[in-house]
């Protein structure tokens, strides 16, 4: 079966430090790889995408970056860090079928 | 493209109460509906998805869903809630097509059962 692991599950960062959240998948290849982010008191938000190793698709433009060195893993980075990027990371997936699944997510407090 | 409402951010129930949690989306073409819960802290896990066929869609936790096309609705129900519903639901939507296609979601309602 196929499992999504996200890490680490909370983390409290100071402005202007690096970011690297890691996301890998088990049990499938070649999947569709997602990064989400929930800010508090608002829905969710797709940051990036990929279909492929090496391939990054952004959705709004940020302090962040994204990328795929290997076919299931999913790393979401940042140079200096914002108060702004604080909230809630969720990685996904999906392959071939139709619903995303999602990590455990990740709880970033920039102070 | 597409988009999806979720008119209701929190919703209070009485535990034992029925619930409805409402969902509109609007899209030019057909898409896929789906209902996903999140419990505080965790990821999103699904509840229930509508692909074709029946309108009303039955998901796990005794939650189902009935697809309104005329109205662009997928409204999520349940007849008894109880304390455990207690968490944060997405509706979302993605455009039946080809290739890569994202999923939207909406704002999200808090569910919070009440003793």
């Known amino acids: 079966s196929q499992t999504i692991h996200q890490w680490p599950a909370t983390l409290v960062q100071p402005v202007g430090s690096p970011l690297s959240l890691e996301c890998t998948v088990e049990?499938?290849?070649?999947?569709?790889l997602y990064w989400y982010r929930q800010a508090a008191g608002r829905g969710l938000q797709l940051l990036f995408y990929s279909v492929g190793i090496g391939q990054i698709s952004s959705e709004v433009p940020q302090n962040l970056s994204a990328s795929r060195p290997q076919d299931r893993q999913f790393i979401l980075s940042s140079k200096k860090l914002l108060l702004s990027d604080s909230g809630f990371y969720l990685c996904?997936?999906?392959?071939?079928?139709?619903?995303?699944?999602f990590g455990q997510g990740t709880r970033l407090t920039v102070v | 493209a597409q988009s999806v409402t979720q008119l209701d951010s929190q919703v209070p129930v009485f535990e034992e109460a029925p619930v409805e949690l409402r969902c509109n989306y609007s899209?030019?073409?057909?898409?896929?509906l789906f209902w996903y819960v999140q419990y505080p802290n965790q990821g999103l896990q699904l509840l229930l998805k509508?692909?074709?066929?029946?309108?009303l869609v039955k998901g796990i936790n005794g939650f189902e869903a009935e697809f309104n096309k005329s109205q662009t609705s997928f409204h999520l129900r349940k007849p008894s809630v109880h304390i455990s519903d207690t968490a944060e639901y997405f509706c979302?939507?993605?455009?039946?097509?080809?290739?890569?296609?994202?999923?939207?979601f909406g704002t999200g309602t808090k569910l919070q059962v009440i003793p």
């Open positions: 996904a997936w999906r392959r071939g079928g139709t619903e995303a699944f």
């Open positions: 509508y692909l074709s066929g029946s309108t």
């Open positions: 979302a939507v993605r455009l039946i097509s080809g290739g890569y296609q994202k999923v939207t």
């Open positions: 049990g499938t290849s070649n999947p569709n």
């Open positions: 899209s030019s073409v057909s898409v896929y």
